[in-house]
């Protein structure tokens, strides 16, 4: 398995809004996913970004001016 | 006359709904129907899609920047309340209209018996308010200013746009109670200037009752307000406090999405259609039906009689007939389907000089025709003539 990301976001809002950005921006490999509890108690998703949908994902996300918690690498 | 049912209460809930509101609560139900923001399964993302998208269609119905200054509520109601609660503290002056609906009046009152000084401007008989009738009563402390945008009664519009510069200069944030406007005309968040807008879901937006919300200007500081209710936001669960982030401190506990599925259909809708376009068939169906009212002899229209002054909300009374007596014959003999009485608004109805008796409301929407308003002025006459 190869390393991907995963953003987490302040409230479900946020990820839902992220979600459309990147819909409508076209950036693939990217999907929201439960919060995965090592990263956070919160409930909800975060976004789960694939490597190559980092930086197209990210750039979106921040154009979009969503707030963010945190960005962290996982994987293998 | 042939009978025939025509619904003219589009003031108190919109119907029919348009069939893609109904196909998206059953969408919702069929095919969402998980816990939008609880759960990170399938069924809650799609949930939460549906919220988001609704949240989205209210901010550009009312070109507002980020979504997340909509915060869903069960109605306008709630709304008004969650304002006016959250912010007002004893000592605190907050200034409203003499056309106000006890949605405004009765939380106001109840905060003037906590030291909440309450003032009333009086609005004119015809339910309308120059600008300048509110300077004298801005006096220094006075936080707030909650005004009607379009009198449910008489359908008369405040000036809120006007009223924003006085407000600010004695520091006064300004509450719109937009019931009767949000769909029904286009309304400008930044525009108005307005701080908070409250609207309901299920009138001018075409959803179905048990939603609305409030829209936080973008000046607003959240921090200054209290919400009314705390508890689940889904998220921060790893705290026991309350989050200050926008929408969640104002929408604690599992929001209502299959009303929301509907909404932001309903909502969508509108803007497919054009907003501007409904206020032009609106328009025109009040110039038809108040025209045609005031050429019965015995018939008074109330208000401003000036559909450009004016939503599509008109009230009439017929001399020596009560209204409750009319509008059951409009039922009866003519199918027409209407509202009498006060209109939980006994402060506009005062002003208007209806009071007690009340009115009858004729209240005309998307899905009414042309020929439905001569059909009902017609009705009317024939009431009127035959006592």
Known sequence: ????????????????????ILKDAGVRGCRLVPVPGELSRRCGVALRLEGDAVTPALTAIHSGRVPVSAVHRLGV | MA????????????????????????????????????????????????VYEAREAVAELFAVEDPCRVIFTPGVTYSLNMVLHGLLRP????????????????????????????????CRPDGSLA??????????????????????????LLPVADLVPLARRVGALVLVDAAQTAGAMTLNLERMGVDFLAFTGHKGLLGPPGTGGLVLGAEVDPSRMEP????????????????????????SGTVNGVGLAGLGA????????????????????????????????????????????????????????????????????FGVLCRVGLHCAPAA???LGTFPEGTVRLAPGYSTT???ADYVVEAVRRVVSHP
Request: proline share 6%; aromatic share 4%.
């Open chain 2, 370 to 372: 042309p020929g439905d």
């Open chain 1, 1 to 20: 398995m190869s390393d991907y990301w995963v953003v987490l976001f302040p409230n479900n809002t946020a990820a839902m809004r992220a979600a459309r």
């Open chain 2, 131 to 156: 600008a300048e009738d509110l300077d004298a009563y801005l006096l220094p402390r006075t936080k707030l200013v909650v005004v009607n945008h379009a009198s449910n009664v008489c359908g008369t």
């Open chain 2, 228 to 251: 009314l209710v705390r508890g689940g936001t889904g998220s921060n669960s790893e705290s026991d406090e309350q989050p200050e982030m926008l929408p969640d401190k104002f929408e």
């Open chain 2, 3 to 50: 009978r025939e049912t025509i619904y003219l209460d589009h003031a108190a809930t919109s119907h029919p709904k348009p069939p893609e509101v109904i196909d998206a609560m059953r969408g919702f139900l069929e095919d969402s129907g998980g816990n939008p923001g609880r759960s990170g399964h399938a069924l809650s993302i799609a949930a939460g899609r549906a």
């Open chain 2, 266 to 333: 309903g909502v969508r809708f509108l803007l497919s259609r054009g907003v501007q376009s409904i206020r032009n068939h609106e328009r025109e169906l009040a110039r038809i039906l108040i025209s045609g009212l005031q050429g019965i002899p015995g018939v008074t229209v109330h208000g401003t009689r000036d559909p450009e002054r004016s939503v599509a909300v008109i009230s009439f009374t017929v001399q020596g007939v009560s209204p409750s007596d009319v509008a059951l014959r409009l039922e009866d003999e």
């Open chain 2, 349 to 351: 109805h005062k002003t």
């Open chain 2, 91 to 122: 000592g605190d002056r907050v200034l409203t209209t003499s056309v106000e609906h006890n949605a405004v009046m009765r939380p106001l009152r109840a905060l003037e018996r906590r030291g909440v000084v309450v003032s009333v401007v009086p």
